[in-house]
């Protein structure tokens, strides 16, 4: 009896205890602070963007402070930092032609461009005047029921510099009404689709449809007549609903040509998905009715896949041919164009030529099990495929673009466990590696070809740095020691021009103020460009997060993460800790420079919480391919036991946090992954939101899935091949649910479908389990303009079941709908 009252009495005292244990309420007002829309007024420019001109080793870039905006040019010869125009007096002359009143401050310049004469700008102002669209007649003919015929005018402008005199000019029809047109690199011809084949047109009745697209005198040519739907040679109409694909279905499309740099023969690939199998979603609050939206969507494991063609073209001879190139059942073929050198440059006109020369291009074949890759080259001379260089591996393989140097290859691969760049001759002998060692090569950012040498960006290799931190690095083409260009303990992010003379260098940690300088080829530092401003950021409370390392669940492998807290910490308090997670295999959800996303990490934080953002083996690719294919063959479960490692090991670490109130939550991967972490440790992770998740990877698209989990392919004695999938899914797991679970998604999410999350709720209720589905209305797969209501829904779940804080939030969201316009 004795023994029974001290059970007892332990049992109460715990009782007690817990009941005594301080209720705190979510912050609401602090977590307010912190709105999107207030952070647009308090973070402005983070780094410099350059537009390097052609004639000169000059850029000009745009950068935003709390004082308004700027517009500067850079000499970098000349070490010279100057403003393009004085904004005051240019928004003097603005007001006197726009009739509208602008100040320097405020200054608002649409599409500015510098022209190629480097001295004269171009840009657009909008006023408060209103005048008839300009394709009204063509609206009210697709529309009879359109009413807003009026829009406000647009005034275009050209500035010259050196006289600081300001001309306005006729404003054109915005360029983007003819993204149909695949230009070619002389600007003789247009190719384009329409109704499912290709045509062309030449300069003459181009500039013709750039004044009117209708225009019944525009000579076309067409040049195939099998087209058909899902057999296309353009791109059809992804993310069209039923309805409007067969409003658009006679208009002009464009085409994914690769031109010849003589503009006289173009390659390109044309895909069969007639077999492939549809997918649909519903646009319910479409008016006046639902409509429906039908794709093709190839899921893992199945037979019907698509099919494609390489395609080669010369107008000489008129004729369109299909190459042989089949290699591989099902196989991947990736056609490589020339990327333009300086991707920041200021040119109107961007040709998209073929990797190779007038002879010859090249192109990669990869087998539907992602383990064998060929680098391959057409011998347009022959008319023949040359195999060039081939990978290999026992898990899938990743690769990069093939760069041309001359007579040489540069070619991208982790055959020996890390990312490396070897140097091939064109014959495909292998000449050496030119990068090695335990450390990444991210890829080839500018190829000196004068003085053979090559710029890269690569991150591992400084010792006591975030192994995640980007540098730049030069080595020579000739082979030799591997040179840093780019120094310090931050994440670099570089733009370099033409020339290989001279980058911009933004750098910054999640716990740093962004900083851009510029450096020369040497990387010797020119000057100081920029500092960010984030004055107003600090003033409203903000603080940065801090850095963690820890160990993975096998104790030996390091794993990297960020912790966020509440602006109003108290050291002496329990904080329930949420992880914020995304799975990889392409990237974890770990930030590594200063940035704008904050909603899922420091805004969440604010309600009373301790966020964590952390990687897990099987993660990030930017490390070995060992850590990076972890998780080949157990793409449910393969990152857990890292996530559950974290939460001991900062329990232990820090007095603080809270090791029996734990959530965990994701978007699209990561709502896959917070939902399978409630149901494999359902007595460690005791609160879930989980959105857009792909709860069944049997049922997303097939080359994730396949990628990532792998696919087994099987040849038969009669030498049929077939391919074998199988996975394990969360609703399998539905009765371990212990804790608080909310499932969401966009319902018509065409990326992650649906039936995902419907399969993982239905699962939950046949197991008995209570939880709750938020379905998003109208919402594709980022949850678009219900991205704010959904914040406020997760922070009320997170607050009332790890918090506590059981009192019912009022009706009105009225914390986000302060921010919205009163004229809504």
């Given at each position: 009896m004795q023994r029974l009252l001290l059970v007892f009495g332990l049992f109460l005292s715990t009782q007690l205890a817990w009941a005594q244990e301080p209720i705190y309420k979510g912050n609401y007002e602090l977590a307010a602070r912190f709105s999107p829309d207030k952070l647009e007024k308090m973070i402005f420019s983070t780094s410099v963007n350059p537009h390097w001109m052609r004639k000169s080793e000059r850029f000009w870039y745009e950068y935003e402070t709390s004082d308004g905006k700027r517009w500067y040019v850079v000499d970098p010869v000349r070490r010279t930092k100057t403003e393009l125009f004085d904004r005051d007096k240019l928004a003097a002359e603005i007001t006197k032609v726009v009739k509208d009143p602008f100040d320097g401050q405020h200054l608002k310049l649409d599409d500015l461009k510098l022209m190629d004469d480097e001295n004269t700008l171009r840009f657009k102002v909008k006023s408060t005047a209103d005048v008839l669209k300009s394709d009204w007649a063509e609206i009210k003919e697709k529309n009879k029921n359109a009413k807003d015929s009026l829009e406000k005018k647009v005034h275009t402008f050209l500035y010259n510099i050196s006289s600081q005199t300001l001309t306005e000019i006729e404003t054109e029809k915005d360029p983007k009404r003819l993204s149909w047109a695949n230009i070619s690199p002389d600007s003789s011809k247009v190719v384009y689709a329409k109704n499912f084949n290709l045509y062309w047109m030449d300069k003459e009745n181009f500039l013709k449809a750039v004044k009117d697209e209708k225009d019944s005198t525009i000579v076309e040519n067409q040049l195939t007549t099998d087209g058909e739907k899902d057999y296309e040679y353009g791109w059809g109409g992804r993310g069209d609903d039923n309805v409007e694909e067969e409003k658009k279905k006679d208009d002009r499309k464009r085409v994914g040509v690769l031109w010849s740099a003589d503009s006289k023969q173009f390659v390109m690939t044309r895909t069969d998905q007639r077999q492939v199998k549809d997918l649909w979603v519903i646009h319910n609050t479409r008016n006046p009715r639902p409509t429906l939206e039908t794709y093709k969507y190839a899921m893992p494991g199945e037979k019907e896949q698509p099919q494609t063609e390489l395609l080669h073209f010369?107008?000489?001879?008129?004729?369109?041919?299909?190459?042989?190139?089949?290699?591989?059942?099902?196989?991947?073929?990736?056609?490589?164009?020339?990327?333009?050198?300086?991707?920041?440059?200021?040119?109107?006109?961007?040709?998209?030529?073929?990797?190779?020369?007038?002879?010859?291009?090249?192109?990669?074949?990869t087998?539907?099990?992602?383990?064998?890759?060929?680098?391959?080259?057409?011998?347009?001379?022959?008319?023949?495929?040359?195999?060039?260089?081939?990978?290999?591996?026992?898990?899938?393989?990743?690769?990069?673009?093939?760069?041309?140097?001359?007579?040489?290859?540069?070619?991208?691969?982790?055959?020996?466990?890390?990312?490396?760049?070897?140097?091939?001759?064109?014959?495909?002998?292998?000449?050496?590696?030119?990068?090695?060692?335990?450390?990444?090569?991210?890829?080839?950012?500018?190829?000196?070809?004068?003085?053979?040498?090559?710029?890269?960006?690569?991150?591992?290799?400084?010792?006591?740095?975030?192994?995640?931190?980007?540098?730049?690095?030069?080595?020579?083409?000739?082979?030799?020691?591997?040179?840093?260009?780019?120094?310090?303990?931050?994440?670099?992010?570089?733009e370099m021009n033409d020339q290989a003379s001279f980058f911009v260098n933004n750098f910054s940690r999640v716990n740093t103020t962004p900083v851009s300088v510029l450096m020369d080829r040497n990387g010797n530092k020119v000057m100081d460009l920029e500092?960010?401003?984030?004055?107003?950021?600090?003033?409203?409370?903000?603080?940065?997060?801090?850095?963690?390392?820890?160990?993975?669940?096998?104790?030996?492998?390091?794993?990297?993460?960020?912790?966020?807290?509440?602006?109003?910490?108290?050291?002496?308090?329990?904080?329930?800790?949420?992880?914020?997670?995304?799975?990889?295999?392409?990237?974890?959800?770990?930030?590594?420079?200063?940035?704008?996303?904050?909603?899922?990490?420091?805004?969440?934080?604010?309600?009373?919480?301790?966020?964590?953002?952390?990687?897990?083996?099987?993660?990030?690719?930017?490390?070995?391919?060992?850590?990076?294919?972890?998780?080949?063959?157990?793409?449910?479960?393969?990152?857990?036991?890292?996530?559950?490692?974290?939460?001991?090991?900062?329990?232990?670490?820090?007095?603080?946090?809270?090791?029996?109130?734990?959530?965990?939550?994701?978007?699209?991967?990561?709502?896959?992954?917070?939902?399978?972490?409630?149901?494999?440790?359902?007595?460690?992770?005791?609160?879930?939101?989980?959105?857009?998740?792909n709860h069944e990877n049997n049922i997303y698209n097939r080359w994730w899935s396949e990628k990532h989990h792998g696919v087994l392919e099987r040849v038969t004695p009669k030498g049929d091949t077939t391919f074998i999938y199988s996975i394990e899914k969360n609703p399998d797991l539905a009765k371990n649910l212990k804790g608080h679970l909310m499932l969401s998604t966009g319902d018509v999410d065409n990326n992650v479908h649906p039936a995902g999350t419907i399969r993982m709720a239905e699962a939950l209720i046949k197991a008995g389990k209570r939880f709750e589905f938020v379905i998003m209305p109208g919402q594709r797969h980022g949850y678009g303009n219900m991205r704010e209501y959904f914040f406020w829904k997760m922070g009320d779940y997170f607050v009332r079941h790890l918090l506590g804080d059981n009192t019912p939030p009022p009706v009105d969201m009225v914390e986000m709908q302060r921010e919205i316009p009163k004229d809504k």
């Open positions: 010369s107008f000489e001879s008129m004729e369109l041919k299909k190459l042989p190139i089949s290699t591989f059942k099902d196989q991947t073929v990736s056609l490589w164009s020339t990327t333009p050198a300086a991707n920041t440059r200021d040119d109107d006109f961007r040709p998209a030529t073929w990797l190779g020369d007038l002879d010859e291009f090249y192109f990669a074949i087998s539907r099990d992602l383990k064998r890759v060929d680098v391959c080259r057409w011998n347009l001379a022959t008319n023949e495929k040359e195999v060039v260089i081939e990978e290999r591996s026992n898990t899938y393989i990743d690769f990069n673009k093939l760069e041309l140097v001359g007579n040489d290859l540069i070619w991208w691969s982790e055959r020996d466990g890390w990312a490396h760049l070897y140097l091939y001759g064109k014959d495909g002998t292998m000449k050496r590696q030119l990068t090695s060692g335990p450390f990444h090569v991210g890829g080839v950012a500018r190829v000196d070809e004068r003085n053979r040498k090559v710029y890269f960006v690569a991150n591992g290799r400084e010792k006591g740095e975030d192994p995640y931190y980007e540098h730049l690095y030069s080595v020579s083409l000739d082979g030799g020691a591997i040179s840093l260009l780019n120094s310090g303990d931050f994440n670099h992010e570089i500092t960010a401003d984030l004055s107003q950021l600090f003033a409203a409370g903000y603080q940065f997060p801090e850095p963690f390392k820890f160990k993975a669940d096998d104790g030996i492998t390091d794993l990297y993460g960020v912790m966020y807290k509440p602006f109003d910490f108290d050291s002496t308090r329990k904080y329930p800790l949420i992880q914020y997670v995304y799975p990889g295999p392409q990237t974890e959800a770990v930030n590594k420079s200063f940035g704008r996303g904050m909603d899922r990490t420091d805004r969440l934080a604010q309600f009373g919480f301790v966020v964590v953002t952390l990687g897990n083996r099987g993660g990030h690719p930017a490390r070995s391919k060992w850590y990076h294919n972890y998780g080949y063959g157990d793409l449910r479960d393969y990152g857990l036991a890292d996530k559950k490692a974290a939460v001991e090991q900062l329990a232990d670490r820090y007095s603080f946090i809270d090791r029996n109130k734990v959530g965990i939550h994701g978007h699209s991967g990561g709502g896959f992954m917070s939902t399978a972490a409630m149901l494999v440790y359902p007595d460690v992770f005791k609160v879930a939101i989980s959105s857009a998740g």
